[in-house]
């Protein structure tokens, strides 16, 4: 099995901005790749929470092109004896930290390709004596760059294993009654961003989304609201948001990450 390359790298972190983490990363992949098509998907991720960087780069591969390499490095146990893993699914590469990143990704792919990475295949990429603290650096950018430049592939750079780290946020628990999960990602706007999807409530009539002792209705969009209300809806990526129309709902209710969320029909209340 191969996956023609396009030469574009996608990189996810959470080093955000200050510093020269990122701008090192790229060049070393263009030192081996100096065509390489690079963009940063985010660096925002909150810092040493994998789960958010899983639930971004799950909803947000497909709109790359087949390909196209996924570099996440969000990376707690950098330097310990956790492995890295080379993932192909949906005609896409992955390239991660096995600490449950990867799970929402491989996840909706059952045929997905799973492979640790060996020290004797990345000694043959040149991959040597890597820092105990930079991997992005050392094994993520050059790795990247030979998987995007075609000249490999998942299969030559390890052994093949059938399952990742669990990820650290289970899916929402779906009941008769109700659907359960949380916020998973607070975006610039301050819109606490769920990890429910919309197919999950589409059962019921006149959904209320219940969450911080709060119960809102769910909108089409920001505009349905007055300035100051609070609203949920569907937002673009087809999950459950929480926002405050032209203000942040996060600081308004207080919540933030891994704040439970519960979505019922607005008449079948407890």
Known sequence: MTTPASGVITITT???????FVGVMKGCMLARF?????????????????AEAGFWLARAFGYFPAGTVHVAVVDPGVGTSRSIVAVRAGDHLFLAPDNGLLAPVVSRAPDALIVRLGAGELARLGVHHPSATFHG???????????????????????????LVPAWVEDPAVEPRSVTGVVI????????????????????????VHAGN??????????????????????????????????????????SRGAPVVVRDRTDQP
């Open 14 to 20: 959470d080093f955000g901005h200050q510093g020269p």
């Open 34 to 50: 100096p065509a390489a098509r690079i963009i940063d998907l985010t660096h925002e991720i909150v810092v040493h929470w994998p």
């Open 137 to 163: 650096r050392d094994i993520f950018a050059p790795v990247a760059a030979e998987l995007a430049a075609g000249r490999c592939q998942p299969q030559d750079l390890g052994e093949r294993v059938s399952a």
């Open 185 to 208: 990602s607070i975006d610039h706007f301050g819109n606490l961003i769920t990890n429910i999807d919309a197919a999950l409530i589409e059962r019921f009539r006149l959904p209320l």
């Open 214 to 255: 709060h119960s809102f209705p769910l909108l089409r969009t920001y505009g349905d609201s007055r300035p100051g209300e609070y609203l949920a809806l569907v937002n673009s990526f087809g999950v459950v948001e929480i926002a405050r129309a032209e203000n942040s709902a996060a600081e308004g209710l207080g919540l």
